[in-house]
């Protein structure tokens, strides 16, 4: 079936860096984009930005522009966030989300999630 | 930025009872807004898109309506599994794509 798999728990300190992926199954994964969406603890949904697998573009929230970084491994269906220089305010669930190839949509397919703890 | 406002925060029903709930954008979006449902512990799940447009698997019970800057979802005979929270998101300006606060349906 159609499903997206991310990567394990994550504990991190403050300044550090984090890579989180994302595996695709059961689709043409060339045929999508991925967003990225987080949530804090008890808080609502907050869009990270987008890529489109089969060329690569990218869209990212101002918010977080020059601290993230989207990329994909075709050959393994895997996308992959990068958010770097970690405040404890990063502490949330980061999602990964099907998307539209040519530009950002809704989002039909979701990740379980990937937690990711910003403790000194 | 467009700014995603959703009404009311907690909205208590009995099951069986009719739900609507709001999303008004800060600017107009035309039909581009999804509706999303949360339950506690898990990933968001798509119910509508293009204000009106039921996503594959999703009962009739659910439907959304509007264009511009306001929009609903109604849950017309709210059952037990459709208690939690939802959320609207516009995907027309961006980025960033936006979504609202989330809309707390909880047992009265």
């Known amino acids: 079936q159609v499903q997206l798999v991310q990567s394990g728990v994550e504990v991190k300190k403050p300044g550090a860096s984090v890579k989180v992926s994302c595996k695709a199954s059961?689709?043409?994964?060339?045929?999508?984009?991925i967003s990225w969406v987080r949530q804090a603890p008890g808080q609502g949904l907050e869009w990270m930005g987008w890529i489109s697998v089969s060329n690569g573009n990218t869209k990212y929230a101002q918010k977080f522009q020059g601290r993230v970084t989207l990329t994909t491994d075709k050959s393994a269906t895997t996308a992959f966030l990068e958010l770097r220089n970690l405040r404890s305010d990063d502490t949330a669930l980061y999602y990964c989300?099907?998307?539209?190839?040519?530009?950002?949509?809704?989002?039909?397919?979701w990740g379980q999630g990937t937690m990711v703890t910003v403790s000194s | 930025e467009v700014v995603m406002t959703q009404s009311p925060a907690t909205l208590s029903v009995s099951p069986g009872e009719r739900a609507t709930l709001s999303c008004r954008a800060s600017q107009t979006i035309t039909n581009k807004l999804a509706w999303y449902q949360q339950k506690p512990g898990q990933a968001p799940r798509l119910l509508i898109f293009?204000?009106?447009i039921r996503a594959a698997g999703i009962p009739a019970r659910f439907s959304g309506s509007g264009s511009g800057t306001e929009f609903t979802l109604t849950i017309s005979s709210l059952q037990s599994e459709d208690f939690a929270f939802y959320y609207c998101?516009?995907?027309?300006?961006?980025?960033?794509?936006?979504f609202g606060g989330g809309t707390k349906v909880d047992l009265k």
């Open positions: 998101q516009q995907y027309n300006n961006w980025p960033p794509l936006t």
């Open positions: 059961g689709y043409t994964f060339t045929r999508y984009g």
């Open positions: 989300a099907r998307d539209k190839v040519y530009e950002p949509d809704a989002f039909d397919i």
């Open positions: 293009g204000a009106s």
